[in-house]
Each structure stands twice: as structure tokens, then as C-alpha cells.
């Protein structure tokens, strides 16, 4: 009789997965705004530190150009002493000043950075505390979003196209701040 029960519990189990995994796989029929300009090449260490620190303004981590968030957006702000503030939003800003006087800016927490090189690819490595609670995450940077890129909302973008690991766990994403 166990072994009945654990056999379905275990049957069970596989199905939800499955329905999950499927679930998360269909896209979207409507593909439009999804011709996002990306190019292979990778700018230096010290170009992309400049990128990322050069304004006061938030990056932002999404999973596509055109996907909607019902619980935020996790955004970055890198600072030149190799701090990242992250927060989270509603909503894409243009400014970080716009999600501040929105009342809109809430701290997870405040990461340590470092930008590697290592044959050709480029990586972001995080370490810190989110939220109390100790992890560490990377961002390897595949491909460049050049300038002419619009979200759904017309707003011009630039950034890099990513896979996003946080311990251990990895997906593909898009690292953007509005122009």
C-alpha cells in the first residue's frame, strides 16, 4: 500500500512538472517589437564598466524585450567603487530620479561586483546580501543591444543580452537602460 502511494505522489509530481515546463515554453503570438538589434561583438572590461556606471541611471533585468511583469523589475545600480544598489520597480523608468519621485524605488540590497575577462567572455560577478540573505549571481554577457532598440512603449533602449545565474540557477535575460 507504501508503495502504491509513493508511486502516484511520485507520478503526481512528474505531471505537475511537465505541465509546468510546458507552460513556460509557448511564447507569444504577437512578435512584434521583437526585432531588437543585438550584435555579437562584446566592448572591453573597461568600456562596459563605463556603460554601466557612466550616468546615475538604473539597469534593468528582463526576460524579453516585450514581456510585462505583474511583480516588478529587479534593476541595478552600479556604482564606480564596485558596489550595484539593486531594486525593484513597477515599471521601466527613463531616470532613476523618475522612480524616486514616483515613490517607486524599493532597496533589496547592496551587491559587490567585479567584471571579468576570461578568453573572450565577458562576465559580471555578484556577491552580497539580497533582502539579508547571503547569495551570489552573474550576469555572462553574450551579445550587445545596440541604441535603436524600442520596447513595446517606444522607449529607446541599450544594453546587453545575458544569462543570468543566481546560484546556480540559469536563464536567459536582457540587461537594459533606457537612452
Given amino acids: 500500500m507504501k508503495k502504491n502511494n509513493f508511486i ?4 503526481s509530481l512528474s505531471i505537475i512538472s511537465l505541465i509546468f515546463i510546458s507552460g513556460c515554453g509557448k511564447t507569444q503570438n504577437n512578435h512584434k517589437n521583437q526585432n531588437a538589434s543585438f550584435k555579437n561583438d562584446i566592448d572591453s572590461t573597461s568600456s562596459i564598466k563605463s556603460n554601466l ?3 546615475n541611471n538604473l539597469w534593468y533585468v528582463k526576460g524579453k524585450l516585450n514581456s510585462k511583469s505583474k511583480s516588478g523589475f529587479e534593476t541595478y545600480e552600479f556604482k564606480k567603487d564596485g558596489k550595484a544598489n539593486v531594486y525593484n520597480v513597477s515599471k521601466i523608468y527613463k531616470t532613476k530620479n523618475d522612480a524616486k519621485n514616483n515613490h517607486d524605488l524599493n532597496k533589496n540590497g547592496t551587491l559587490t561586483y567585479k567584471i571579468k575577462n576570461n578568453n573572450g567572455k565577458t562576465s559580471i560577478s555578484f ?5 539579508g540573505i547571503p547569495m551570489t549571481q552573474s550576469f555572462k554577457l553574450k ?5 535603436k532598440t524600442e520596447l513595446p512603449s517606444k522607449t529607446k533602449v541599450f544594453g546587453y543580452k545575458i544569462n543570468h545565474d543566481i546560484d ?7 540587461l537594459i537602460q533606457p537612452k
Fill in 8 to 11: 502516484s505522489v511520485l507520478i
Fill in 53 to 55: 556606471t557612466k550616468n
Fill in 127 to 131: 556577491k552580497g546580501k539580497m533582502a
Fill in 143 to 147: 551579445d550587445t543591444i545596440d541604441n
Fill in 168 to 174: 546556480g540557477d540559469s536563464m536567459n535575460r536582457i
